[in-house]
């Protein structure tokens, strides 16, 4: 596992389905998951070019949802920091989406999923020791 082809991301089926709905309408998307406040820690959905990130953001990976185009998703550099050790699905769920996710007024709401990346996953991003004892 080369850290060129790993993401600390995923995407689940209904996730997918609901974000090609949502390209449909809006055109390429991008997430930026939300570091708390309104909307709790939800992953935030955004046309292209309406948020902008910058040196402080980290890009997580990519998620491919059978799209021209994979959807790109970022964190905060400080939020980062806490979460650099998880890997993290996003989903869709029924409910209320975050007051400023595209998802919104669909009666879906994005959520994650998250879990500890294992020792593949840590040596793969450089977060490891190749052998457990070194």
């Not at 390209?23 to 292209?48: I, N, R």
């Not at 450089?126 to 457990?132: E, K, M, T, V």
Request: negative net charge; hydrophobic residues 40%; proline residues 7%.
């Amino acid at each position: 596992m080369s850290n060129d082809t790993y993401s600390r991301v995923a995407v689940t089926d209904a996730a997918a389905a609901l974000l090609r709905d949502l390209t449909a309408q809006h055109g390429p998307l991008m997430f930026h998951q939300s570091g708390g406040c309104c909307d709790g820690s939800a992953p935030m959905c955004y046309p292209v070019g309406m948020f902008i990130t910058g040196p402080a953001d980290v890009k997580l990976g990519e998620l491919d949802v059978g799209l021209d185009d994979p959807i790109e998703v970022f964190i905060s550099l400080a939020q980062f920091e806490y979460w650099k050790y998880t890997h993290i699905t996003i989903d869709a769920v029924p409910g209320r989406g975050a007051g400023f996710s595209v998802e919104g007024p669909t009666g879906m709401r994005f959520i994650i999923r998250s879990r500890m990346l294992d020792h593949a996953e840590l040596v793969a991003l450089g977060l490891a020791p190749a052998s457990p004892s070194s």
